[in-house]
């Protein structure tokens, strides 16, 4: 009797230090997972000026935080979004992430604008609301090496052109205007560069306390050079149409500005065209008539 329960112990003691082996090796293996993350510094160097600024040879020395108030920063290996960072305009050190990364080859994508987007994919990013404002992007491969380096340099390209209009004095009983584009679309493609499929896109401005209109709109485009359509409407207290006309075949480039300026409310008006090119030591105007008007 005796022998058996030795034999028995003996099989508990053996059956304790097994399950303390397992255990300790788990723990070894959860530390060596940890050993594989490396950390990783993206850096924002530099970012397009403002839509503005463009064409203007003096340097622009404004930060990032003067033209975007949202950063994110996703990595997707294949299909699968692995890791994504945020930060707003409040933050330190906006522009700067640090983060602990499992090295592998990633597509990155960052996104800096003026409203929050989401990042679905690198082919769909679009603004929570529906709404596009300001908005600068980097797309790219993340490579092992990259990661191993620990410090990675973002540079940011404008995502968005700008339609602008300026006009003549505005009547008294004119309170709000509306802009309206087709050709555009409020869903951009890191991978392509440009914006995805057409839609019909809108803002409606409040100039009451306004004596005359100058407003705008952000748009991504689906090519380099876009032909839109552009709707505007003036509308008095109660809604009423004031004054309303489309342009058709209005040209339009991803990084530029586009500008209407004329005596819209007045008949026979005499408009030009500004067309902001930084490769060019001017703005690009091209004057029109619009005897409709």
Not at 28 to 33: E, G, H, L, T, V
Not at 96 to 105: G, N, R
Not at 143 to 171: C, E, H, M, W, Y
Request: with cysteine; charged share 20%.
């Amino acid at each position: 009797m005796k022998k058996k329960l030795l034999g028995i112990a003996m099989c508990c003691a053996m059956m304790l230090c097994a399950a303390c082996e397992n255990q300790i090796g788990g723990d070894s293996a959860i530390n060596n997972n940890e050993e594989k993350l490396q950390e990783v510094n993206f850096n924002v160097v530099d970012f397009e000026k403002t839509l503005k600024q463009m064409g203007v040879g003096k340097a622009d020395t404004r930060a990032l935080s003067d033209n975007a108030s949202y950063l994110k920063l996703a990595l997707f290996l294949g299909e699968e979004k692995k890791y994504e960072f945020s930060q707003t305009a409040e933050d330190e050190n906006f522009g700067s992430i640090s983060a602990l990364l499992v090295p592998e080859d990633y597509k990155i994508v960052v996104i800096a604008s003026k409203v929050e987007m989401e990042i679905d994919a690198p082919t769909n990013i679009h603004p929570v609301g529906e709404k596009v404002n300001d908005t600068f992007y980097h797309y790219g491969t993340l490579s092992k090496d990259d990661i191993k380096s620990g410090n990675v340099a973002i540079n940011l390209n404008r995502a968005v052109a700008l339609f602008l209009i300026q006009t003549d004095a505005k009547p008294s009983e004119v309170t709000s205007f509306a802009l309206e584009i087709k050709g555009a679309s409020n869903t951009f493609d890191a991978e392509a560069g440009f914006g995805v499929g057409n839609t019909t896109l809108s803002s409606t401005f409040d100039v009451s306390s306004r004596t005359s209109v100058y407003c705008g709109i952000y748009v991504f485009l689906p090519s380099t050079d876009s032909t839109v359509t552009v709707t505007t409407t003036a509308y008095d207290a109660n809604n009423n149409v004031v004054k309303t006309h489309t342009f058709n075949g209005v040209q339009m480039k991803p990084g530029y500005t586009t500008q209407y300026s004329g005596n819209f409310f007045q008949v026979n008006a005499s408009w030009s065209i500004t067309i902001n090119d930084a490769g060019w030591p001017e703005a690009i105007k091209v004057p029109f008539d619009l005897s409709s008007l």
